[in-house]
């Protein structure tokens, strides 16, 4: 038994109230396909979507839109031979900026609740894990930018 099964199959959770190692053990532990990325230093949508494309391994195809991440993210199968078939996605520093706002982002996690309610009509765990970057540092990084010399 591992933390995993002591969570709802379906869920969307603060990844600061989790231990970040420990949940990737337990979900390699119990052969669940871990789908992860880090927008650290995003500040827009198309960056957050290449983030997500390049950290999920999605195919080539993918749109960049929403859209096309639910379709993508629906056509995941998780391991067969799993002890606990399903996925935890790592979704970590989610940004705070004008390029990419709280609209944008709820719009985003939507999409990650959407496909948890799809794998929960298969009987498939689907559990997301999401922090945002700390809106101070990242308003300190747009300034920073904004000063920097433009050729």
Known sequence: MTALSNMPAQAMLPLGAYDL??????ARRSGQTVLRADFGGA???????NRIAE???????????????????????PATDADQ??????LQQLPVS???DREQRDALLDVFRD???HFFDKGVAF???YSVADARAAQSAAQTYARVPRS
Do not use: Q, W
Request: net charge negative; hydrophobic share 45%.
């Open 21 to 26: 190692e420990e949940l990737l053990r337990n």
């Open 43 to 49: 500040a827009d949508k198309a960056t957050v979507m």
């Open 55 to 77: 950290g999920f391994t999605l195919p080539k195809h993918f749109g960049g839109n929403l859209d096309a991440l639910y379709d993508c993210l629906s056509d995941l199968s």
């Open 85 to 90: 078939p399903g996925f935890v996605v790592i």
């Open 98 to 100: 004008a390029g990419f």
């Open 115 to 117: 496909a948890a309610d």
């Open 127 to 129: 559990r997301v894990f």
